[in-house]
T-cell receptor
Framework: NAGVTQTPKFRILKIGQSMTLQCTQD?????MYWYRQDPGMGLKLIYY???????DKGEVPNGYNVSRSTTEDFPLRLELAAPSQTSVYFC?????????????????FGPGTRLLVL | AQKVTQAQTEISVVEKEDVTLDCVYE???????LFWYKQPPSGELVFLIR??????QNEISGRYSWNFQKSTSSFNFTITASQVVDSAVYFC??????????????FGSGTQLTVLP
């Protein structure tokens, strides 16, 4: 298993440009997440998905969009890049069985995408 | 609103010393989940543990142990006989709600642990 993969690893964008950060997992996980990590800070949740076709906003969704057409893929779209979106973006996935509190759930993270908006 | 405080910004220890990383949380929910993550210098994030609010049993996993005390709203993490490979930033996080998933996850600012040889 490759686990959670993210592309690209690094990208420089100009203000107003758009791009899609790719995330793929091969573990058949139902939950997937996008976080951003600003320098010296913890992670903040942007969007999450509990299964194909279902997405919801996290703490900091403004300026981003997501889709989940398959179990494996969860791309994050930036439509009009702004300097405030300079960050490291992490995708994660986990498997949660329905009806249980998920106390054994393990979240697997991708290696991250470093984005610089100038 | 939920909040996680990791008061120790940086800690340095010498190899084989024990070290405790503090985590204090605030929440109004009676059902919540606490997490610890490790971020080594390479940048990836490693999930270490998740604990629900109804289970105050301490947990041990090898050299790692966690002490959960609801009375003081703390979820501290101890590394016994630290090793250089333990050098990383460690994050504590809190999730509210009965679902326990990460959608309301709040992270602390992290503690940079440096283990010197």
């Amino acid at each position: 298993n490759a686990g959670v993969t993210q592309t690209p690893k690094f990208r420089i964008l100009k203000i107003g440009q758009s791009m899609t950060l790719q995330c793929t997992q091969d573990m058949n996980h139902n939950y997937m997440y996008w976080y951003r990590q600003d320098p010296g800070m913890g992670l903040k949740l942007i969007y999450y998905s509990v299964g194909a076709g279902i997405t919801d906003k996290g703490e900091v969704p403004n300026g981003y969009n997501v889709s989940r057409s398959t179990t494996e893929d969860f791309p994050l779209r930036l439509e009009l890049a702004a300097p405030s979106q300079t960050s490291v973006y992490f995708c994660a996935s986990s498997y949660r069985r329905g009806g249980l509190d998920g106390s054994k759930e393990t979240q697997y993270f991708g290696p991250g995408t470093r984005l610089l908006v100038l | 609103a939920q909040k996680v405080t990791q008061a120790q910004t940086e800690i340095s220890v010498v190899e084989k010393e024990d070290v405790t990383l503090d985590c204090v949380y605030e929440t109004r929910d009676t059902t919540y989940y606490l997490f610890w993550y490790k971020q080594p210098p390479s940048g990836e994030l490693v999930f270490l543990i998740r604990r629900n609010s109804f289970d105050e049993q301490n947990e041990i996993s090898g050299r790692y142990s966690w002490n959960f005390q609801k009375s003081t709203s703390s979820f501290n993490f101890t590394i016994t006989a630290s090793q250089v490979v333990d050098s990383a930033v460690y994050f504590c996080a809190l999730s509210e709600g009965t679902s326990g998933s990460a959608r309301q996850l709040t992270f602390g600012s992290g503690t940079q642990l440096t283990v010197l040889p």
